[in-house]
Nanobody, 114 residues
């Protein structure tokens, strides 16, 4: 069973920054394509960014140019650097394997408000 633990969320003002971490257990992390998802109240969970085993990244148009993914396979961890945050970025953020998803973790709350 692969488990994901998200951390790093919090309350930040518009224009501020946060760095989220996704720590995973399991033996196959280095070959996974890992995605960051978010779910705002009343909305569907959406994929906002992904990173492949080789480090290639893709971003949703809504976050492109503001969010940056990186990974440290030795630590089984993926990071999401979020800059220029907007109120519409407010959501619970989750990480998971993109290809074959495992049970969702508890997520980490990001609140962008003045």
């Amino acid at each position: 069973q692969v488990q994901f633990v998200e951390s790093g969320g919090g309350l930040v003002q518009p224009g501020g920054s946060l760095r989220l971490s996704c720590a995973a257990s399991g033996s196959f992390f280095s070959i996974y394509t890992i995605g960051w998802y978010r779910q705002a109240p009343g909305k569907q969970r959406e994929l906002v960014a992904r990173i492949t085993s080789g480090g290639s990244t893709n971003y949703a148009d809504s976050v492109k140019g503001r969010f940056t993914l990186s990974r440290d396979n030795a630590k089984n961890t993926v990071y999401l650097q979020m800059n220029s945050l907007k109120p519409e970025d407010t959501a619970v953020y989750f990480c998971n394997n993109v290809g074959v998803r495992y049970p969702w973790g508890q997520g980490t709350q990001v609140t962008v408000s003045s």
